[in-house]
């Protein structure tokens, strides 16, 4: 079956300007999340969905926005851009049904703030 | 979260088993060991996970000590493909969330 899609996969923005990311779990999956990654900072938690609630939040500002649709697809959307915001992002599904089950993260969409 | 402590690099031969080590002292009772790869510029690729038995699946054997404090991930034939950062997870029950660190770094060379 399908992995999982993100799009775009690069993307390049002006500060100041504001982003969507998408992201389409794998068919049967209920649980989106999504990370960041920077050189300095890793692969860090930004928040996770489930049935279109937002269960788990990571230590990012209010720019950081998402929603998850009833079909499982989610979007992240960040606000007034800043340099510090190039990364990449990354987004991950699971059945969402315990907390042994594992993740499948998607290749990630590139951004690029100038 | 427990957290957990991995070497930052080490080296394999092609063909050689690759071990590698995750210490994780604080884990708690209902915490699952997880491993991940990724590989460069490409997203976490999940490899194993475990509670408190030892795992074997096609990628890889994870081996938990008897008190869970340490684990080691094996990679019985490492191929030049398996160049990748390799992270050790620590999972509290319910928590969707992982928390990466470093992770190791696996050069495997031909």
């Known amino acids: 079956k399908a992995g999982v899609t993100q799009t775009p996969r690069y993307l390049i923005k002006t500060r100041g300007q504001q982003v969507t990311l998408s992201c389409s779990p794998i068919?049967?999956?209920?649980?989106v999340s999504w990370y960041q990654q920077t050189p300095g900072q890793g692969l860090q938690f930004l928040f996770e969905?489930?049935?279109?609630?937002?269960?788990n939040k990571g230590n990012f500002p209010g720019r950081f926005s998402g929603r998850q649709f009833s079909n499982s697809r989610s979007e992240m959307n960040v606000s007034t851009l800043e340099l510090g915001d190039s990364a990449l992002y990354l987004c991950?599904?699971?059945?969402?049904?315990?907390?042994?089950?594992?993740?499948?993260f998607g290749q990630g969409t590139r951004l690029t703030v100038v | 979260d427990a957290k957990t402590t991995q070497p930052p690099s080490m080296d394999c031969a092609e063909g050689r088993a690759a071990n590698l080590p995750c210490n994780h002292s604080?884990?708690?009772?209902?915490?699952?060991v997880y491993w991940y790869r990724q590989i460069h510029s490409q997203g976490p690729q999940y490899i194993i996970h475990?509670?408190?038995n030892n795992e074997t699946n096609e990628m890889a054997s994870l081996i938990i000590t008897e008190d869970r404090k340490s684990s080691t991930l094996i990679l019985p034939h490492a191929t030049l493909r398996d160049t990748a950062v390799y992270y050790c997870?620590?999972?509290?029950?319910?928590?969707?969330?992982?928390?990466f660190g470093a992770g190791t770094t696996v050069t495997v060379r031909a």
């Open positions: 991950a599904s699971s059945l969402g049904a315990g907390s042994s089950t594992e993740a499948f």
């Open positions: 068919s049967g999956h209920r649980s």
């Open positions: 969905y489930f049935s279109e609630t937002q269960r």
């Open positions: 604080t884990i708690s009772g209902n915490e699952y």
């Open positions: 475990g509670l408190k």
């Open positions: 997870i620590v999972r509290v029950n319910n928590d969707y969330k992982l928390s």
